[in-house]
């Protein structure tokens, strides 16, 4: 790649715990933090009823308490156990709490306790930076992205979408080899995913979502609340843009009244138009759109989609794993190569994907014995 200097890959372990609250993603990668040379072993380790409850409780909090500091730094080694032959740790934390346009990002957890249990350095804090610099800190899956459109050997843009708690888009062109030039990419959240969903679904029928969309497929969708929800101040705004799990209460309140498998389907029905919305602005029409994430296995979701998307762009909305990827793994893959950008002091994000000011390097380093790197 043009002027970035050639490096020994080595094999990072990547670790991922969402929006959605469902658990811990360890994937490993070898990497560069340029290319992508090898898939490792990955893991799920899920959180428990109990733990989901206690992270619920202190979800928009700017400080976590040390019984859950402790749980996440827990859960992590636990989902870290398992894997040998690592040399070093990307590790995202617990988003907590996220208000960018305050200047402000909050993700639980402290990448030292883990240098010192696996005596590897660890990155983390990964969004901070970005934030300070006047960007959205989010998301910061797209230069992984760029690397992934270009390791499946892909030759006209393309398009991934996150289905996880919030959804968010990377338009990918691999043409432009550098994932920090003008040009190569353009992200930002479509706005909720799966979150309201789970969140309804746990609240009525004490269930963690909604198995393969059925509830929603048997219901009819309120186009009202839909088109009302599209009228919220976020759609009218330019990317980059960022979003918290929580920002649209206002939606969850317009299906109060309307019975579970109608307001199951309103709700689903609003994830997919959002993604439909955001379409609009990709700079040029996507050859496909792949989709990562939960909500790839919820198949009305994935009808939605189709018809809302490919209907007016002639874009296929498929599965990652069409081009042979792992969707439930992909995220942390993603902290696992950009962990190995961070140790080569490498750009991961820039002003097509967060509006921050300049391209930056996000992340702390935290080495065995010592205390985190600025």
């Not at 992270?55 to 870290?80: D, N, P, Q, V, Y």
């Not at 040399?87 to 988003?95: E, S, V, Y």
Request: hydrophobic share 45%.
């Amino acid at each position: 790649m043009r002027g970035i200097s050639r490096a020994e890959p080595i094999w990072v372990a990547g670790c991922m715990s969402g929006t959605s609250l469902d658990g811990v993603d360890v994937a490993m990668v070898l990497t560069d933090g340029v290319e992508i040379f090898e898939f490792g072993d990955s893991h799920f380790r899920p959180y428990s009823e109990p733990e989901q409850a206690l992270f619920r409780a202190e979800l928009g909090l700017w400080a976590a308490s040390t019984e859950l500091c402790e749980l996440i730094e827990t859960a992590h080694a636990e989902a870290l156990s398992s894997f040998k032959g690592f040399d070093l740790i990307g590790f995202h934390g617990q988003t907590l709490a996220h208000d960018p346009d305050m200047g402000r990002t909050y993700q639980a957890g402290d990448g030292a306790v883990l240098a010192e249990l696996f005596d590897v350095p660890v990155v983390w804090d990964f969004r901070s930076a970005d934030v300070e610099m006047g960007g959205q800190g989010a998301p910061l899956a797209p230069f992984y992205h760029h690397a992934l459109a270009r390791h499946i050997g892909a030759t006209s843009p393309m398009a991934f979408l996150n289905m996880g708690g919030v959804g968010n888009l990377t338009w990918v062109d691999p043409r432009v080899a550098d994932p920090s030039e003008a040009g190569a990419l353009l992200a930002f959240d479509t706005g909720p995913a799966n979150a309201p969903v789970n969140d309804l679904m746990r609240e009525r029928r004490g269930l963690a979502y909604d198995a393969d969309g059925a509830l929603a497929a048997s219901g009819m969708p309120d186009m009202a609340a839909v088109t009302m929800g599209l009228e919220l101040p976020y759609f009218y705004k330019m990317p980059p843009k960022s979003l918290d799990r929580n920002d649209f209460h206002g939606v969850m309140e317009a299906v109060s009244a309307l019975s579970d498998p109608d307001a199951v389907a309103t709700l689903t029905a609003f994830s997919a138009a959002c993604v439909a919305r955001a379409m609009e602005h990709c700079p040029a029409p996507p050859s496909a759109l792949y989709v990562t994430g939960g909500g790839r296995h919820n198949a009305t979701l994935m009808t939605m989609l189709a018809a809302g998307v490919a209907g007016d762009l002639e874009c296929p909305v498929l599965p990652v794993e069409e081009v042979g990827l792992d969707g439930d793994m992909l995220e942390a893959q993603a902290f696992a190569f950009l962990a190995m950008r961070v140790k080569r002091g490498l750009p991961t994000s820039c002003p097509a994907t967060t509006g921050v000011r300049a391209a930056i390097g996000g992340g702390r380093v935290s080495k065995p014995g010592s205390k985190a790197d600025p």
